[in-house]
């Protein structure tokens, strides 16, 4: 079946760093990938949509400058953390989806915490 | 406004007996419905999809069910292993880039 990976899994830094997490479609086109993040028993939260070549959609609420995120190629998007914070500590997981209407297929998640 | 409820909220069962889980949705228009697992510190992993036309869909121990004219689905689970201990997430889908994600069922498996 479709595999997504993550990478890294976890990160551990200090307040002030940016932190880049990494999403690969290993075999399949990811014409579109997702971005969410989760808190300690809540479900998912949609932060921003990328299409390949494209900026990506924020959701409200999401500031473009704080998460950037990348979609350079049709097999991997970034999406950097800048100058984390505390409050910026959660479970970031990204998914991805090759033609509209095709189901998207989740990454293991990284979880990001800061200190 | 696009929305997916599910229920219970938590749950908790002994190993070896059976659950269902709810879910009622909003979402229109309507192109299928997923049922995430979602384990801790995991991403979700995909269980059945569901379209329009499909009323039952079975993998394995776990059976969903769709009712496009209520807007509901259920997911059945049989002879619960400890293993199924995990959040168990529904998710629709429009024609477009739209999931929309219910806030999940947590489910506990005890010996």
């Known amino acids: 079946g479709a595999v997504v990976s993550q990478h890294p899994s976890r990160v551990i830094c200090k307040s002030g760093t940016s932190v880049k997490i990494e999403c690969r479609s290993l075999?399949?086109?990811?014409?579109?990938m997702f971005w969410y993040r989760q808190f300690p028993k809540q479900s998912l939260m949609l932060m921003a949509t990328?299409?390949?070549?494209?900026?990506?959609?924020?959701e409200q609420g999401v500031e473009k400058d704080k998460f950037l995120i990348n979609h350079a190629s049709l097999t991997l998007s970034t999406l950097t953390v800048t100058s984390a914070h505390p409050e910026d500590s959660s479970f970031y997981i990204c998914?991805?989806?090759?033609?509209?209407?095709?189901?998207?297929?989740f990454g293991d998640g990284t979880r990001l915490s800061i200190l | 406004k696009n929305q997916v409820e599910q229920s219970p909220q938590s749950l908790i069962i002994l190993e070896g007996k059976n659950c269902t889980l709810q879910?009622?949705?909003?979402?229109?228009?309507?192109?299928?419905l997923r049922w995430y697992k979602q384990d801790t510190g995991r991403g979700p992993v995909s269980l059945t999809i569901?379209?329009?036309?499909?009323n039952t869909k079975s993998n394995g121990r776990y059976t969903a069910t769709l009712d496009a004219d209520t807007k509901q689905s259920s997911l059945h689970i049989t002879a619960s292993q400890l293993s199924d201990s995990a959040s168990y997430i529904c998710?629709?889908?429009?024609?477009?880039?739209?999931?929309?994600f219910g806030p999940g069922t947590r489910l506990s498996v005890l010996p």
């Open positions: 990328s299409n390949e070549g494209s900026k990506a959609t924020y």
């Open positions: 998710v629709v889908n429009d024609y477009g880039q739209n999931f929309v």
């Open positions: 879910c009622n949705y909003t979402v229109s228009p309507f192109s299928n």
């Open positions: 569901m379209t329009f036309s499909e």
């Open positions: 075999d399949f086109q990811a014409t579109t």
């Open positions: 998914s991805a989806r090759g033609a509209q209407g095709q189901p998207q297929h």
